[in-house]
């Protein structure tokens, strides 16, 4: 099962200068809560903004450089290598961003986990346009 989780705003800024645009700890503690213990996957640039493996998870980043390693997490190049190594660790699969990755996910996933964010921030990272059913 292929799960995205996310937060956003009502226009679906997902992010801003790679940083999340807020700080809220329930959405951190809910985050922890459904990705411990899977294997989590993310673009190079999501990676790069948390700064370091996320523990009791199996880190997968996706990127186009083929010369781009990370000391505790597992480097693939393409989504499906990246699936396919989530779903050795547990049924379900959660890919956490960002923006390009999310785009190219959404139209396999099977669940997402959604945090609507009342405010509007400023942002230049976007979650693709998603039907509501």
């Given at each position: 099962?292929i799960s995205?989780?996310?937060a956003?705003?009502?226009?679906?800024?997902?992010?801003k200068?790679?940083?999340?645009p807020?700080?809220?700890?329930?959405?951190?503690?809910y985050f922890?809560?459904?990705?411990?213990?899977?294997?989590?996957?993310m673009?190079r640039n999501?990676?790069e903004?948390?700064?370091?493996p996320?523990?009791?998870?199996?880190?997968?980043?996706v990127?186009?450089n083929?010369e781009?390693?990370?000391?505790?997490?597992d480097?693939?190049?393409?989504l499906?290598?990246a699936?396919?190594l989530?779903?050795e660790?547990?049924e379900?699969i959660?890919v956490?961003?960002?923006e390009?990755?999310?785009?190219s996910?959404?139209?396999?996933?099977d669940r997402?986990?959604?945090?609507?964010?009342?405010?509007?921030?400023?942002?230049d990272?976007?979650?693709p346009?998603?039907g509501?059913?």
């Open positions: 099962m995205l989780m996310v956003h705003d009502p226009n679906r800024v997902i992010g200068d790679n940083l999340l807020w700080h809220i700890p329930e959405d951190l503690a922890k809560k459904h990705t411990l213990g899977k294997g989590i996957v673009g999501t990676f903004s948390i700064g370091r996320l523990p009791k998870r199996r880190n997968i980043i990127t186009r083929p781009y390693q990370v000391e505790g997490a480097v693939v190049h393409t499906d290598d699936i396919r989530a779903s660790v547990h379900e959660m956490i961003g960002g390009e990755v999310f785009r996910v959404l139209p396999r996933a997402l986990y959604i945090t609507m964010i009342k405010k509007p921030f400023e942002g990272t976007f979650f346009e998603y509501t059913e």
